[in-house]
């Protein structure tokens, strides 16, 4: 095993096998947290296979030669523990959080099922239904609706223009042995990186990991996904018309891999147009309420909340922007809003004063971000599948850099209409007949 | 006002994930405990509890007012305290809305106000250097807020908004339904706390003012500080800005006693266009004042919650598959609470789920837990604890919790002896006295009723089409 110690207290290690392992020590409290990163997702999926990645991450949880299904939930709950998983659009994780003396049962557990995992047809089939509701339940909110629109009409190549939890007929036609081979392909100790943060000494964890997933066996390298969008040459538009009186409106715009040099100024603009939001996946951030959109929109009455969001992907994927239509208001209006919005970005720039409190937003942020055994291990897992662990180190360092003019470039870049899918949901149920 | 919805594309869960938990940097000393909470008691009645972690870079602030929807003066004004904590923050007498939001923004900070039935919460959240900016606007907001009529009005449409968006939310309006079912028409727990689409009309600004006039007092009040502060310099900033205040508000008088239910009660709330239907199933409950309270929530666990949602997730997701997600909850506070079983299933499953859940409710009434569950909940209730303090939220929320409640600060010290002291029995009787599988109230909100669906034994059907 090849370790090396790289600085903020945290080692790095690659098993003979392949297996990448990143940890840190953190004594703030008694607790340890264990993710697993399998390099694969919805981005490795295609048109009759959508929603595997997902329903692989289900059967996980099925049980495995060594655990029954009771005894994976079991164990790590009567420990103190929660576990849990998400699929997403560039990995699937698995994570443990345990008091720091338990870490090595969650150790054990996600070795065995990297490649042990049974898959009974039984328990595939049972999924199957389990996800069908997951879908179902999404599909009661219009913004899962109108969203999975939008990312359709976005993407004409690239596997990002579909859901995670994939199509029902996907699901309904997919065979346990068709879930089964893609866990095979895909789940290897060289195509996943072992993140754990927390209350341990990181040479002893280093030998239980080496331990557990030395003896593993690689598998032949999944296959690279070679789509690339090609650029998008003209607004799109959809509309979803449902179910209430509320109208919502999204425009998705085509944004830089989370690599690419134009990414931090991109954070910075979607700072000033919305506030810095909590680098968690999970929500987070704090007041939004004087941004620029919040301003003219919110303030304005037009909205009863905006949104931004720029996700860190491998390949380029969306930047939107999110509002939910003020009773009274025309999704148009709230649309002619925001044009006018990025139009003064490009036009009349941003202020030093707006860049200076988005780093200082984003710098109170990552420490919020980052207190928790189980967020640290989040970020670190994360860093190494979407680029290296310094891309989450040097985060606000490389947005320090990012000069007003940077962000008008990003602007005039990414926020055109050449670029954009408006998305609009129409509520059908207004009084006034004006949807 | 506005519910911040999720980003569209989120994370795709085997399970939906729990709340948030804890979060610090700080070595933690220990439990919190009435040896490390500092306490301090202003003379207008404002109580502070201190815990100082001074290697965490955040500080949080986490408290409540006595003052909630019990104060409101009638059903039609439904939603007046709601609506009062959440206007606070629209201008005080030395900032405006916008300079209240600049000021908080400007150093990445947050601070909100949710009102519930008997108490208005507060929460804070800062780097530690931000404590006194964030100390003085809470106090600010809460002391000297004007409501500002132009703002007041923003609010309004906000809060219509809301009330529009829940009116098509199945969970919500379950909830709503689920409530109305359970308490009668003279309960304060019958209404929403967020109100109705006709008491956000009726409301006026005068009424505004006035609540906030009459019951918003220092009495009672609680602030607990968490993070990188020493207590004394928490002291002198909240009797700086506190310890003044001298507002006083009318005794409360309600009576909180629900009758019993005494047959089966269903209803379902019709919202085309959804492919879920959304179910609680249950009835009121314990307060958490209730000595029985623990043996509850450890029964709870075993029903509904341990591992991958306890007994009825093993029943109904793992051997059947009919749910991505099922639990059962106490609800219970100062007040009783309910009881209930929480699930969204497909349309057409409402009556198998149901059929289960009674199974499952018979079975813990009649058959004493097991030793080896029973000790599987037990350990998981206790050595939890750590995760659960790993944070500045987490341990604030535990003081709150235990200062609400009235616990003393040395409940979590003793905690693990209280929840292994708990027998098979006290179980069971928990589960006898607030679990009745023919006595209970069904709320749904979905598709239409399938056929069959709307018939089950027993039930007199409402099926309430809103359209």
């Known amino acids: 095993m090849r370790v090396a110690r790289v600085g903020d207290g945290i080692v790095r290690a690659k098993l003979p096998n392949g297996l990448r392992v990143i940890a840190k020590e953190m004594h703030a409290a008694p607790v340890a947290a264990l993710s697993v990163w399998y390099r694969v997702g919805s981005r490795n999926e295609h048109s009759g296979i959508t929603g595997i990645s997902h329903w692989v991450e289900h059967l996980m949880f099925k049980g495995t030669r060594r655990y029954s299904e009771f005894d994976l939930d079991r164990l790590i709950s009567r420990n103190g523990g929660v576990n849990n998983a998400f699929t997403w659009l560039d990995f699937t994780t698995y994570y443990e959080t345990l008091p720091a003396d338990k870490l090595t049962l969650a150790l054990d557990l996600e070795a065995d099922r990297m490649t042990n995992a049974r898959f009974d047809s039984r328990a595939v089939a049972l999924e199957r239904d389990v996800i069908l509701n997951e879908r179902q339940m999404y599909e009661n909110n219009p913004a899962f609706r109108l969203g999975e629109e939008i990312q359709a009409a976005a993407f004409k190549v690239h596997p990002y223009g579909h859901e995670i939890i994939g199509y029902a007929c996907d699901l309904q036609a997919l065979t346990r042995d068709d879930v089964y081979a893609y866990y095979r392909r895909y789940y290897a100790p060289n195509n996943a990186v072992i993140a754990v943060a927390g209350d341990f000494d990181a040479r002893d964890i280093l030998a239980h990991i080496e331990r557990r997933y030395g003896r593993l066996k690689p598998a032949p390298p999944a296959p690279a996904v070679a789509a690339v969008e090609p650029p998008q040459r003209g607004e799109r538009r959809v509309v979803v018309r449902g179910e209430g009186d509320t109208d919502y409106l999204t425009l998705a715009f085509h944004a830089p891999a989370a690599t690419h040099a134009d990414y931090m100024a991109f954070v910075a603009l979607d700072a000033v147009l919305c506030g810095a939001n909590g680098l968690s996946f999970f929500g987070g951030g704090g007041n939004n309420r004087s941004s620029r959109l919040s301003r003219a929109l919110v303030d304005g009455g037009y909205a009863a909340d905006v949104s931004g969001s720029l996700v860190p992907t491998l390949d380029p994927f969306l930047y939107t922007l999110q509002a939910t239509v003020m009773a009274g208001r025309e999704v148009a209006e709230v649309e002619a809003k925001v044009w006018a919005e990025l139009d003064r970005v490009r036009r009349d720039g941003v202020t030093r004063a707006e860049l200076d409190k988005a780093i200082k937003q984003t710098r109170a942020q990552l420490v919020f971000s980052t207190e928790t055994a189980t967020s640290q291990a989040f970020w670190l897992g994360f860093s190494e599948v979407i680029a290296d662990y310094t891309w989450f180190t040097t985060f606000l360092e490389r947005l320090m850099r990012v000069s007003p003019e940077d962000v008008v470039c990003v602007a005039n870049r990414y926020l055109t209409r050449d670029n954009v899918t408006v998305g609009c949901y129409l509520g059908q149920d207004k009084a006034n007949g004006s949807a | ?467």
């Open chain 2, 1 to 467: 006002m506005a519910a911040h919805r999720a980003a569209y594309n989120t994370p795709t869960h085997r399970s939906r994930p729990r709340g948030q938990r804890a979060r610090s940097r700080a070595r933690l000393p220990a439990l919190p405990h009435s040896g490390n909470v500092t306490c301090f008691s202003l003379a207008n009645g404002v109580n502070l509890y201190v815990y100082a972690n001074p290697s965490s870079p955040s500080v949080v602030v986490n408290g409540y007012l006595e003052v909630g929807a019990l104060d409101e003066p009638s059903a039609t004004k439904a939603g007046l305290a709601g609506f009062v904590a959440d206007c606070l923050m629209r201008g005080t007498q030395r900032r405006t809305y916008a300079q209240i939001y600049e000021q908080i923004e400007a150093v990445s900070a947050s601070l909100s106000f949710c009102s519930g039935m008997f108490t208005t919460s507060f929460f804070a959240k800062s780097l530690a250097e931000d404590l006194p900016l964030m100390l003085d606007l809470l106090s600010d907001v809460i002391r000297c807020p004007t409501f500002p009529e132009s703002e007041v009005a923003k609010e309004r449409a906000e809060w219509l908004t809301d009330l529009h968006e829940r009116a098509t939310s199945t969970s919500a309006m379950c909830g709503l339904v689920f409530n109305a079912l359970c308490y009668p028409e003279d309960h304060p727990f019958h209404y929403a706390t967020d109100g109705y689409p006709e008491t956000a009309q009726a409301i006026t600004l005068d009424d505004v003012r006035q609540f906030h006039a009459t019951f918003y007092a220092p009495a009672g009040m609680a602030i607990v500080i968490v993070g990188a502060v020493k207590a004394e310099q928490a002291h002198d900033l909240v009797t700086a800005h506190f310890a003044d205040w001298s507002a006083a508000r009318p005794a409360r008088s309600v009576n909180l006693e629900v009758p019993p239910i005494a047959e089966r009660r269903r209803k379902h709330v019709h919202i085309p266009g959804k492919s879920q239907t959304a179910m609680l199933l249950g009835r009121p409950g314990p307060s958490q004042l209730d000595p029985q309270w623990l043996a509850c929530t450890l029964m709870n666990s075993v029903f509904g919650q341990f591992g991958l949602y306890g007994r009825l997730g093993e029943r109904i997701r793992k051997e059947e598959g009919l749910v991505y997600h099922i639990g059962s909850r106490f609800e219970g506070g100062l007040g009783p609470g309910a009881w209930n079983v929480y699930a969204e299933v497909h349309p057409g499953t409402v009556d198998r789920v149901v059929e289960i859940v009674r199974a499952e409710m018979r079975r813990i009434r009649e058959h004493k837990v097991k030793p080896a569950e029973l000790d599987d909940n037990k350990a998981y209730f206790v050595r939890a604890l750590p995760l659960r303090m790993e944070t500045n939220e987490g341990i604030a929320s535990q003081i709150l919790n235990m200062v609400r409640f009235r616990r003393g600060l040395d409940w979590l010290l003793e905690y693990p002896d209280r929840v292994y002291a708990i027998t098979a029995a006290d179980v069971q009787a928990a589960a006898q006295r607030w679990l009745d599988p023919d006595h209970y109230v069904l709320a749904t909100a979905g598709p239409e009723v399938e056929n069959g669906a709307s018939s089950a034994e027993g039930f007199s059907v409402h099926v309430d089409d809103r359209r």
